[in-house]
Nanobody
Framework: QAHLEESGGGLVQPGGSLRLSCTAS????????MAWYRRAPGKQRELVAS???????RYAEFVEGRFTISRDIAANRVSLEMNIMKFEDTAVYYC??????????????WGQGIQVTVSS
């Protein structure tokens, strides 16, 4: 059964750093893209960063160079290094993995979410 295990969340002060990691297991097909989304209180879920198997990275505008996404393809792992964190980075962060199966049909899986709180 497919599962995305997230780790690394917690409390950090403004200007501080935090690293999130997510490891995928039990997925039958090759993972094309792994990504991080977040949902802040009262807001919709939004993309933070994504990276394809070809290591093409994509970032939301609000990242402003503060975050770095990386992947370990062999380990089915994606990490998000977050620096110079702001109060508005407070959210539940979700790991996402998606791709297409051998029939060309899109599939995706989500982690359960991990809380990140930026507070002084």
């Amino acid at each position: 059964q497919a599962h995305l295990e997230e780790s690394g969340g917690g409390l950090v002060q403004p200007g501080g750093s935090l690293r999130l990691s997510c490891t995928a297991s039990g997925i039958m097909w090759n993972i094309k893209t792994m990504a991080w989304y977040r949902r802040a209180p009262g807001k919709q879920r939004e993309l933070v960063a994504s990276m394809t198997t070809g290591e093409e990275a994509r970032y939301a505008e609000f990242v402003e160079g503060r975050f770095t996404i990386s992947r370990d393809i062999a380990a089915n792992r994606v990490s998000l290094e977050m620096n110079i964190m702001k109060f508005e980075d407070t959210a539940v962060y979700y790991c996402n993995a998606h791709g297409h199966n051998f029939l060309g049909r899109f599939w995706e899986y989500w982690g359960q979410g991990i809380q990140v709180t930026v507070s002084s």
